[in-house]
Each structure stands twice: as C-alpha cells, then as structure tokens.
C-alpha cells in the first residue's frame, strides 16, 4: 500500500509529541514532513526560564535530536515557515518557495506573544520571551547592559525577570494589577510572591501603566515611561503581557478561528477533514490552553485519529501552575479566588514565607493557593479533578496527605536534599541520578513515562512523591496530563467505572461480552484488564458469571504464592490465629514428609510453609487437613484476634471468638483487593485495629468498628464507623461495609482508596442511616459465599485445573 | 538433525494458558497456547530475573511474567520494551491436534540454566499480583 503523507506545520512541543504518539502506533502509515520556523530541532519550551537563569544549557533542552528526525525518516525543513496553503491542491507553500504536497495536514503553530500597541514597540532591544532567539538576546544583552524592564508579572514575566537579575541585570517588574500572576494567586500569596522576590533585588511597579517606550538615537530603548509621567531607565524591555494563539497561517487558508483554531473533539478542524490542529493555536471547546498537559494529551488523541483508530476523544483537561524559579514553591489550581457561595479555609504564616487557601463550593474543593509549602499540590489538584465530597476529611484538609507513613526511601520528603547516588525507590533499587539521567535523555516529562522507564514508583509507588519534584528540577514539572477520566488499561478507553456500570446494565456474564459490547483494542486483553474485568462479572453476578481461572494472577490460579525462585508458599488458615495440638501436629508432618526448607509465623497470626514445588502443593494441602488460608489472594486474608476476655485481666469483650466468627463468615470472599481484620477486647487494642480495612474494638458497653485502615506501603489510620452492642450486629455491619466495596471498588483499590474516593458519609448513608440496604447488602453477601467452595480441596468446583501441577513429560 | 516428538495435544493446554515439560537437570520448557489456538515454546525462565514465565498470565501473543511483571513475546521470547533481554525459544509443530517438539532442541539448548536467578532481588519486590495497576 502507498503510504498517505502528513505535512506539519509548526515544530514544537505539541506538534512533535503528536508525531510521537503516531509514531509508536503505526509507524509505517505516512511519510511525514514537518516545517518548523524556528532553525532548530524540537526543543523544550518550558526550560528556556532556567537556560536564561543559567541552571541549564540550550544542549540539554533539546527533546528530538536531528538523529531522530532522520530515524523516523521525516523530512524536516528548518528555518522555513509555511505562509500559504492551497487546500483545493493539497499542497503547503513555505516563504522561500519550498512546496509539499499533503494527505493530512497538522497545523501546530503554537502561540504568538502578545505585544501591547505601544509607542516604541519596535524599537530595537525590546523583545518578547517564547523562543531560543528571545533567550540568546537577553542572555547577550545581560553581558553588555544594565537596565531591564519587564512588561507583566504573570508566569512568563517573573520567570524572564528573575533569570535577567541572576545574570547581573537591574531588574524593573511593571505590572497592571495590583499583585503578581493576579491570574494564579490570590492577593495575599501575590504579596509574598513580590516580597521574596524584592530580597532577591528585583524592583517592581504594580498597578503602573505603561505609556511609551523612548528610543535614544541609535533607534535602541532607552526608557520605559508610565502614564502617571514617570519613568525608568531600560537598555532592554521583556515584553510579557500575555500570549494569542497562532491563527495567522489559518485565518489566511479560511479555517474557522475563533479564539484558536477550531477543533472538535478529535482534534481535526470544523473547517476541513483532512485538517488538523493540537496545541496552543488549537480551540477547543472554546479554550485555547497555555500549558503543556492538556497539549500533550490532544497529541494522543489527535495521533489516534491520524492513525485511523477512530478512537479517543479529548474532553478538556483541568490545568495547574507551578512557578520555575529555584527556591520558589507556588502552586494554584481551580478558582482559587473563591466569590458568592464558595468557603474559604486559609492558613497564613507570614513570618514563615507560607500561605495555603482552599477554596470550597458545595462541599467539595474547587480551588487552591499554596506558597511556601507545596507538597500537597498534587493531593489537592486530584481531589479538585475527582470532584470528591471533602465533607468527612474537611477538618484535616488544610494539612494535606500525610507524607508520614510513607516507606522505603529512608525517609526522605524532599529529592533536592538527596544525593545522586541516593535510592529514590527502594521496590526496584532506582537511584536519582538514574532518573534524572533517564528524563533528560529520553525527554521524559509524566510520572507515567518515568515508571515506563526506569520503573522508578512503578511497584509500590510510596516514592511517587518523589519523582514528581525530580521531573520538576529536570523536566520543568509534572506534565501528566489530568483527562477527566482514566482508562482501565491501554485496550480500551472506558474507565473502571463504565466497565463496572455496563456489566450491571446490560447484564454482561462472560468477558468476552465485555470486550465486543465495550469495543475492546485487543482480543483477549491483558494482565491489568482481564482480572479486573473477572472479578467484575463474578462479584457483579455471583452464582451467574463463571469464573475464568485464566485470569487470575498465578497466586490465584495455583492458591499459593509464587516466591522469587518459582516455588510456592503455603499458608493455611487459623481460625482467628488460633490453633491446636493436632493441626500443629499435621503441620509438622507435612514439613518432614515434603522437606519443606523454610516455616515462619506471619505477620497475620498464622504459620507459612515457604518453598513448596509446585507439583508438591496438592498432596501438601491434603497432608495439612486445613481449610486454605488465602494468603495468596484478592480475598479475606486474616482476622487478628487477641486473647480478649476469656484470658487476658484488662479484656472487656470475647474479641477471640468474634474474630473467629468473623473469619468464618467471611472467608473465601473475593474482592477488589486484599481484606484483613482484626478484633481487639479492649482500648489497649493488642491485635492492631487500628489499621485494618475493618478493625473492631470492645468496650466495655459493646464494640466500637473501625473502617478503611492500612498498614502496608502507606500507613492509614482507620475511621470510627459505629459503635454497636451486639457481635451479631457487628457481623452485619461489617459484612455490609465490605459488601458494598465489593460492589463499587475498583480492581486492586483497597478499602482505604475506595474510601477516599466516594467518601466516608457515602458509606454511612448506605450502611448506618439505611437499615433496609445494610440488610439487603449483607444478604447479597451472604449469597455470594453460600457454596463456595475450599480451593484446596474442591478443585472442580473452585475450577482449579489441576493439569497445572503436573509437568506434560519429563526428559 | 531434528527429531520430533509428540507430548500432549493440543487440548490438553487450557486456552490463553500453558503447561511444561521437565528437563532433567536443566531448566523446564513452557509450552504456551494463544486465544487463537497457536503453540508457543519457550525456556520457562524469564530474561528479567528467572522468573517461570509458564505461570504467567497470556494475552494476544505475549505472556506476563509472574514475577514482575514484564511482557515477553511468545513468538520471539523477547522483552516488550521499554525492558530488553530475550529467552531461548524452541521450535513447535501441530500435526493432526498432537504437540511435537524437537527432542534434540530440547537435549541441546539452553542447559544448565536454572530457574533459580542468578542475581538476587534487591531491596523488596512486589510480584505482579501484587502491585498496584499503573
Ligand atoms: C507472609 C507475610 C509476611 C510475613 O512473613 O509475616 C506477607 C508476605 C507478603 N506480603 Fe504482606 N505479608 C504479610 C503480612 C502483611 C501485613 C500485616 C498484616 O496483615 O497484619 C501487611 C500490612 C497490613 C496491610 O495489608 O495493610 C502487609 C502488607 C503488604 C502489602 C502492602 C499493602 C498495602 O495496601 O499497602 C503488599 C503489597 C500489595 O498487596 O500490593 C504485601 C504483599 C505481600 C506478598 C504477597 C508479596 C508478594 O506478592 O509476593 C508477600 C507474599 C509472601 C508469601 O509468598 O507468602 N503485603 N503484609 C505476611 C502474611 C500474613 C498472612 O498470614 O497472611
Ligand atoms: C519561557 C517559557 C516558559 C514556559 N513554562 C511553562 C511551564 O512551566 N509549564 C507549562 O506547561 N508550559 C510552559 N510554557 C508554555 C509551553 O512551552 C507551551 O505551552 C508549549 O510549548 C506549546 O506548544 P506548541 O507546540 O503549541 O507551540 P510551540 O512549542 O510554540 O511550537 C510552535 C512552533 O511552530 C512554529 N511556527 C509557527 N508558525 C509557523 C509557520 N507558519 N510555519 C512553520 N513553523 C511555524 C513556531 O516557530 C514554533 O517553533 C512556557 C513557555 C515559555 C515560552
Ligand atoms: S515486606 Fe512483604 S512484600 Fe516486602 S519483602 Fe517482606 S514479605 Fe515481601
Ligand atoms: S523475573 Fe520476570 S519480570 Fe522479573
């Protein structure tokens, strides 16, 4: 087949990330063609502020090197720009003559600085900062003059001003309103903002209007003068007042513009089909975006357009901004200025450099200023994107997401402080040189593209946090874009949501109904969607859908763990953690007979055999008599007891034998992830309740019941749910709650995530204040478990194909 | 020379699954089966860390290895990038629904090898079944 050919118009951040998507989805579709202005391969953009502050060089900005241009075999004409198009012929015309005939035309022209209609605006030395000729005459001008002014305090501005002042320069800031990125901050973190800014020696002049630029007789500027009559010396003047989005080329070949290019949700023009656009000349849905992410996330629509997929849509994206100037934190998000029927919780330290406002509509966050201290920014920004009620965290919102029980990374919070040889993620042994390396070289720019790489924060993820401040320094930030939703893996485009509320609706029963109704990319999906989509169908419609062992991870396919040298773990259950002569007998006999290496107590009250051959496993079940413990499972785990009132002199309630009940109701229960519990006889609360997905604990007037705590890779301190008189209520209450996650969790999220996604009300509302549902929840459950059957001993039933424990010969 | 042997059928590998065969002294081959009834062979060892890719989960022409995660091509035994590495693959041929294998393949390549990693696992690694869907 003759490949179509793509011509692009525009060489930057938006149009070249739009090649490389299409790139790794059907390489071989088109010759490509691409025009750029600019003399320069694809450079990052948003790095120019710290070359100007002499942090980096313009080397190391470089993203697509020529090599890859030639790689991919694209034809690049640099320093030529495209003034014509003739849309009837198909054919791109460039300044100089250069013509290109086109299948497909990208139009990625990016944006054009605002320059106000001042008197002197074309005087020489005034200039605007967007590209590397901008850059190289600042930092050349820095070398031989003095004075500089600064026309607009926004991001573009500040960034221009303080990389002037560190190259020695005396620094004048005029701004229009009366506080800095009045457009991001609010007052009070705009006074801040100046305040720290004035110490480092800039001037500034706000709420100043400028009138004239004055030239001095060589036609170079000499002054800047305000309406108030006033004046400043200037031997440079940045302008920075804003950008407008690129529509010349546009507007010339009758594509409709307003405000941008306009695009539909697939990125191609109203105007013609065989035109597309992405980046800051694009408009969509009304709004031309200013930074990267959004950008970025059009390219990957775009390019699954391009690669005729027919898939993807782009909805919009929300934005946030960060401000790059080293030793800086701001942060601002939403509407963070608040108005009529918004709340407002505000903590100000003056003193101290820091300011967080939060901004609270309808019991929900919709905006937020942080200076000073931005840790959290990425905890509130998801909070405002997920549209999450805040009503039952509202008391600790100001404080942000407890970085406390975070593991692993020798408890390190801030990744500038770390030296280059320091581990960064401890799961996978990940240093911080190595990820700084990878971002620079591979132009790496979202935390997803770092876990690709370097598989730093791809097990765990307690060191998220941490590679997020290292593609700050390196990348210039965080460019994972924030689509409103995501999609459950890369074969499909629904969410996890959508997966679970079309097999309730349409009453889907297998997984491959799933994949046709849902339109899945691939034909039997992959390991993340398969027993995400299994455990939907079998926790949607138990007794209804069969279970498909082929989707289950092998742990849950064999009833065992697999352990790092492919032999398996046996861990069988212990009522409650507790045990008796016979069974401890039967264990030992089952280590002698099957030379099991290695017997430990776990950190769940019960005994693990470790280092069972796989082909051994069934005649170890049967050898031990004892129902499986699940360890190895999406499952009920444990339920942790202390010796309670039958024993123990301060115990106020039997919780050893509520643990037991508990355990024997539930176990064998699937769910979204793993579940644990523990019951405790009284406050001193022995068997840890406090941080399990149910922990009860007794009091001397009845039990107190404790949800979504977690121990593991991030410590999360469980929520009183209720307190109740009875054990059999509390076998209700309970069985409730992990009823309804196992209806509404998403795969793999703990009680603790689901919690912190629908809210902790969402669950009172179902199970405190609705009795009728709480019963009906608790009989669904009931439902489910009835029958079930013990894996390690009813195989057919369990569907546990037992022709996995045998090798097919041997030789 | 090659020398062919059955050893099971074709049935008697679960769709989208796999079995083994043992080899004596040296590490077990895999024998994997697609949704679309293709045979695959592979050494069942993992090029990251040894892990035994005969337990993994297998979708379109690829399986995840148990261990970490990693995708390896059945066709090629090759690491999906961005992880690079490949595993000895073996010829297979389907005659009449019956699985055969090169027995002088098997006798001869990659011996010696053992499931049991050669370098050992740093720090604490969460298996695939285990860590969080990214
Ligand atoms: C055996 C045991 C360690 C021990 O020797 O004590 C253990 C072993 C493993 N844990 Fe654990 N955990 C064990 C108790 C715990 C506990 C303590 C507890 O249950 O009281 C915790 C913290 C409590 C919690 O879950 O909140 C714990 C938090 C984790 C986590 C982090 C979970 C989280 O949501 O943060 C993982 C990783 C995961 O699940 O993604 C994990 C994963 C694992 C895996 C499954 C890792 C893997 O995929 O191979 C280990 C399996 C080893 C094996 O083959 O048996 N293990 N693990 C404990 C088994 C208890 C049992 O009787 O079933
Ligand atoms: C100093 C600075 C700091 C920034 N900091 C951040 C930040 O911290 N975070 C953030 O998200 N964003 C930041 N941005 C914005 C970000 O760089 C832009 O959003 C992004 O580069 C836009 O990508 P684009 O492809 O749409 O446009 P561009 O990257 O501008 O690319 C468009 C290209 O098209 C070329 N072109 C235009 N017309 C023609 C024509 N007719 N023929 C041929 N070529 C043409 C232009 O010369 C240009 O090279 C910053 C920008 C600057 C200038
Ligand atoms: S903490 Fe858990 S997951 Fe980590 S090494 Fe120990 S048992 Fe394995
Ligand atoms: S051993 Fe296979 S992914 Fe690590």
């Known amino acids: ?54 942090e980096q060089t313009l080397d190391e900005i470089v993203l697509n090197p020529l090599a890859w241009y030639a790689e991919h075999g694209i034809k690049l004409h640099l ?24 299948d497909r035309l990208l139009i990625a022209t990016g944006s054009n600085p605002f320059i106000p209609p001042l008197p002197g605006r074309d005087l020489q030395g005034v200039i605007a900062f967007r ?7 600042m930092i050349e001008t820095a070398r031989t003059h003095k004075h500089a002014v600064v026309i607009g305090g926004g991001l573009l501005g500040l960034e221009a001003a303080n990389g002037l002042i560190t190259r020695g320069m005396d620094v004048t800031l005029v701004h229009i309103a009366p506080w800095l990125m009045d457009r991001q901050l609010d007052g009070v973190a705009g006074d801040l903002l100046r305040k720290s800014l004035e110490l480092r020696g800039m ?30 010396r200037a031997d440079l003047v940045v302008m920075a007042a804003g950008i407008r989005p690129n529509t010349e080329l546009a507007e010339k070949i009758g594509l409709h513009c307003a405000r941008g290019i306009v695009v539909n949700d697939t990125m191609q023009t109203v105007t013609d089909p065989r035109i597309y656009s992405v980046g800051e000349c694009a408009a969509h849905r009304g709004i031309a975006y200013g930074l990267v992410a959004p950008l970025f996330e059009q390219g990957k629509v775009c390019a699954t357009h391009l690669a005729e997929f027919g898939i993807g849509r782009y909805a919009g994206s929300t934005t946030s901004t960060k401000l790059k100037v080293t030793g800086i934190d701001l942060f601002s998000a939403g509407n963070f200025m608040g108005g009529p029927d918004c709340e407002e919780i505000v903590m100000s330290d003056p003193y101290g450099g820091v300011y967080k406002k939060l901004v609270i509509q309808q019991d929900k966050l919709v905006g937020a200023c942080l200076y000073g201290d931005t840790v ?21 919102l100001m404080f942000g997401e407890s970085h406390l029980g975070d593991a692993g990374h020798q408890g390190q919070s801030k990744a500038a402080a770390m030296a280059d040889s320091d581990e960064v993620c401890g799961c996978n042994g990940v240093t911080k040189g190595t990820i700084c390396r990878a971002i620079k070289d591979k132009g790496l720019f979202t935390l997803e593209e770092v876990r690709k790489v370097t598989k730093a924060s791809a097990s765990c993820g307690s060191c998220t946090g941490l590679v997020e401040q290292l593609l700050m320094f390196t990348a210039g930030g965080d460019y994972s874009a924030a689509p409103k939703k995501k999609a459950l893996c890369a074969c499909t485009d629904a969410s996890h949501q959508e997966v679970r509320d079309t097999i309730r609706e349409t009453h889907l029963l297998t997984i491959d109904a799933v994949y046709r109704h849902l339109s899945w990319r691939t034909p039997n999906g992959c390991s993340a969607c398969r027993p995400a989509v299994n455990y939907y169908l079998i926790s949607t419609w138990p007794k209804e859908a069969k279970d498909d062992p082929q989707s289950h991870f092998i742990n849950e396919r064999s009833h065992a763990n697999i352990q790092k040298d492919g032999t398996y773990s046996v861990v069988p259950r212990m009522w409650g953690g507790t045990t008796n002569s016979s069974e401890l007998r039967r264990i030992a006999d ?3 007979k099957f030379k099991i290496p290695t017997v430990k107590v776990t950190g769940g009250q019960r005994i693990d055999l470790l280092g069972v051959k796989k082909e051994d496993l069934p005649a170890v079940w049967q050898s031990l008599g004892m129902p499986s413990g699940h360890a190895y499972g999406k499952t009920l785990r444990t339920v942790k007891t202390c010796v309670g009132s039958e024993w123990c002199r301060f115990g106020t309630q039997d919780s050893t034998k509520l643990g037991i009940d508990l355990e024997r109701a539930l176990w064998r229960m699937y769910a979204p992830h793993k579940v644990k519990l523990a019951v405790s006889g009284c406050p001193r609360n022995c068997a840890e309740s406090g941080i399990k997905d149910v922990g009860i604990i007794g009091v001397d007037s009845g ?24 054990a059999a209520e509390v076998l209700e209450y309970a069985g409730a709650f992990l009823q309804l996650y196992r209806e509404e969790g998403w795969y793999l999220e703990r009680t603790v995530h689901y919690v912190a996604r629908v809210g902790l009300d969402y669950c009172k509302t179902r199970v405190l204040d609705d009795a009728a549902n709480r019963k009906a929840l608790w009989e669904r459950l009931q439902f489910s478990l009835d029958g079930e059957p013990d894996p390690w001993f009813e195989f057919d039933k369990a569907g546990v194909d037992a022709r996995q424990f045998q090798p097919l010969g041997v030789i | 020379m090659s020398d062919w042997k059955t050893f099971c059928r074709v049935d008697d590998i679960p769709v989208l699954g796999s079995r083994r065969i043992a080899r004596r002294g040296s590490t077990d081959v895999a024998i994997f089966r697609s949704g679309d009834n293709t045979i695959f062979a592979l050494l069942d060892r993992c090029p990251h860390k040894g892990g035994p890719l005969s337990q993994g989960i297998v979708f379109g022409q690829s399986v995840a290895c148990p261990l970490h995660n990693w995708t390896i091509g059945l066709d090629d035994g090759c690491a999906k990038a961005p992880d690079a ?50």
Not at chain 1, 707 to 726: P, Q, R, Y
Not at chain 2, 104 to 126: F, H, I, N, S
């Open chain 1, 131 to 137: 590209d590397i000729a901008d850059t190289n005459v």
């Open chain 1, 1 to 54: 087949m003759k490949r179509m050919k793509l011509v692009m118009v525009g060489n930057g951040m938006a149009g070249v990330r739009t090649l490389e998507e299409l790139l790794k989805i059907a390489p071989e579709m088109y010759d490509i063609c691409v025009f750029s202005a600019e003399p320069h391969p694809n450079y990052n953009r948003i790095l120019l502020s710290p070359v100007l502050a002499g």
């Open chain 1, 79 to 102: 320093g030529k720009k495209v003034v014509d198009v003739s849309r009837a012929r198909r054919i791109v015309i460039a300044a100089d003559g250069t013509e290109e005939s086109y």
């Open chain 2, 85 to 134: 590495g490949c595993t000895q693959r073996f010829s297979v041929k389907v005659v009449a629904g019956e699985v055969l294998l090169d027995t002088q393949e098997l006798a001869t390549l990659a011996l010696g090898t053992t499931a049991v990693p050669a370098t050992v696992a740093r720090g604490a690694e969460t298996a695939a079944a285990e860590r969080p869907a990214v």
């Open chain 1, 203 to 232: 001037k500034f002049r706000v709420e100043t209007h400028t009138s004239e630029l004055v030239g001095g007789p060589l036609g170079r500027v000499t002054a800047v003068k305000f309406k108030d009559g006033s004046e400043v």
């Open chain 1, 590 to 592: 089952t280590i002698d």
């Open chain 1, 703 to 726: 039990w107190e019941i404790y949800v979504a705590g977690n121990a593991g890779i991030k410590t999360e301190v469980a929520h009183f749910f209720v307190k109740l008189k009875t």
């Open chain 1, 376 to 396: 959290d920014g990425s905890f509130y920004f998801k909070l405002l994107r997920d549209g999450r009620k805040i009503g039952d965290m509202r008391d600790k």
